[in-house]
């Protein structure tokens, strides 16, 4: 086994670990921490792919500054730990059956694609790199991504709006 | 990628390096609670810490032995593992840092050459960013983990902070590389070595960066997470021994990685002033001590001045801290970056 193999499989074994992880704790800390580790993980993926890029930005975006968030807001709402009380078990029914028909829509996309040609290529494509990224971002394919900027802008001023309303 | 092309020449080269960079870490930040405490001393017109050897040169034994012999408390009902988990995630991600910093010039030997620098990665600052948005953590979850409301309230103003001044960082850092192009430090390094410091073209930018730097190292006058008078000793309230330490030793790291992170940015790295370093006729392993020592000297200078801000001005009170940051540095921080990119595409560079 190659270096790169070895990464891969340790890389994927914490990932997969981790995101169990997240489901299972008990205590909702520890669910965010865990899901900390696990963007960890798929940060190292990114970097196998050589998507350096994009590994980086989903450290600073995703672990630095969303998971931040979450746990402000777990933090503050410490009390109740024992979560939404009530009809529990008719939330892990819905929870079972809508994971289910996700598991059913993946399966039945993935069914036919050719897997074995489409795998990506490890250590090869440069596309990650922030050069050629942001080349094609900014020619191939600006209309898009200016219109997803301005989504966010929207998106953003709707928040604001919605906090500002007392 | 060059995983399997490694020799073993090279991974001993780069062990002696992290060694290296970890132990000099550690005794900057040793010595600069020392040199905190004597230019505290100096201003306030005492004499400072002057017992434990010639001019108290020894005081930071005697302080990190004391604190490796005092009583260790764990809280009741404080969450064990994660109570640990603080001070070392605060630890580890203060000394990462400084991996992707160039220290010196390369040396060139006969048969090899030696970089005085653990990874020269493309993504260089990003990654000094990435790193830092992590070291958030330490604060909350140490914070958390203590199980008092000062330490929450604590931790949860450090963390606004820390995420809040990361914006205009962030911006005030696109406006320089503009100018470089690179994300690589080492190549930002060579770029101010023909064209001249980075601070002379973004005057504003670097004030910007600095004001952050503050922030994000809880130093004053941004102490917030530590204000003694509304939160009695703020997130480490609850630590004692070594784990208080681990605390206190990492916001000096920080210090210290952040004066890095700033000399090299702005104010060429390891470059010499006045000097070609591809003009060096001596020999190669003066030329690195050389550029080294420079290199520490400016490092040296920010300490200085970060000590000199703590000892002249006062805390800003929390509701001015955010202000500061979203209503004044962003804006000034966007407004630096277009004046920069307006000019760099006028003068056609």
């Known amino acids: 086994m190659s270096i790169v193999q070895i990464l891969f499989w340790v890389l994927s074994v914490v990932a997969l670990f981790s995101a169990l992880m997240v489901i299972t704790s008990k205590n909702p800390v520890y669910s965010v921490l865990w899901l900390i580790v696990t963007f960890f993980a798929i940060s190292g993926h990114y970097i196998l792919l050589n998507a350096q890029f994009l590994a980086i ?92 900027s301005i989504l966010f802008l929207s998106a953003m001023v709707g928040a604001v709006v919605i906090g500002k309303k007392d | 990628m060059y995983l399997t092309a490694i020799d073993s020449w090279y991974i001993l080269e780069k062990l002696i390096l992290i060694g290296a960079l970890i132990g000099l870490s550690f005794f900057i930040a040793m010595y600069t609670t020392l040199a905190e405490r004597k230019i505290a001393g100096w201003m306030q017109d005492r004499m400072g810490p002057n017992r434990a050897g010639p001019f108290g040169i020894f005081q930071p034994l005697a302080d990190g032995g004391k604190l490796f012999f005092k009583e260790e408390i764990t809280p009741t009902s404080s969450n064990r593992f994660l109570f640990l988990l603080g001070p070392a995630l605060a630890m580890i ?166 004066s890095a992170v700033m000399a090299t940015l702005f104010f060429g790295g390891y470059d010499i002033p006045f000097f070609d370093e591809a003009a060096w006729q001596g020999s190669p392993l003066t030329l690195s001590m050389l ?29 001015q801290l955010m202000n500061l940051g979203w209503k004044k540095l962003i804006p000034l921080a966007l407004i630096n970056m277009l004046i920069s990119a307006a000019l760099m595409l006028f003068l056609n560079k």
């Open chain 2, 291 to 319: 550029t080294f020592a420079v290199m520490m000297a400016k490092v040296s200078f920010f300490l200085f001045v970060f000590i000199w801000i703590r000892w002249t001005i006062p805390r800003f009170r929390y509701d």
């Open chain 2, 93 to 258: 991600v203060a000394l990462i840092t400084s991996s992707v910093i160039p220290w010196g010039a390369s040396y060139v030997g006969a048969t090899r050459t030696v970089a005085l620098q653990v990874a020269d990665v493309d993504m260089g600052i990003l990654i000094v960013f990435g790193i830092v948005s992590v070291g958030v953590y330490g604060i909350m979850i140490g914070g958390w983990a203590s199980n008092n409301k000062f330490s929450l309230i604590a931790a949860i103003r450090g963390a606004s902070q820390m995420v809040s001044y990361e914006l205009p960082m962030g911006l005030a850092l696109i406006a320089v590389l503009f100018m470089t192009g690179s994300l690589k430090m080492s190549a930002m390094v060579e770029y101010q070595m023909q064209h001249g410091w980075n601070v002379l073209y973004q005057p504003l930018g670097f004030l910007i960066f600095f004001i952050c730097a503050l922030a994000e190292c809880n130093r004053t006058p941004f102490d917030l997470p530590e204000a003694e008078n509304e939160l009695n000793f703020g997130y480490h309230q609850e630590y004692s021994s070594m784990k208080l330490g681990f605390y206190l030793f990492a916001e000096y790291i920080n210090m210290f990685v952040s």
């Open chain 1, 57 to 148: 930005v989903n450290i600073i975006v995703y672990a630095g500054a969303i998971m931040v968030l979450f746990l402000f807001v777990i933090m503050l709402m410490n009390a109740r730990q024992e979560g939404a009380s009530g009809n529990k078990r008719w939330l892990t029914l819905a929870g079972t059956v809508s994971g289910g028909i996700f598991l059913l829509v993946l399966v039945a996309a993935l069914k036919d694609s050719e897997l074995k040609s489409r795998s990506a290529m490890v250590m090869d494509g440069q596309v990650g790199l922030i050069k050629v990224l942001g080349n094609e971002l900014f020619t191939r394919y600006v209309v898009p991504f200016e219109i997803s």
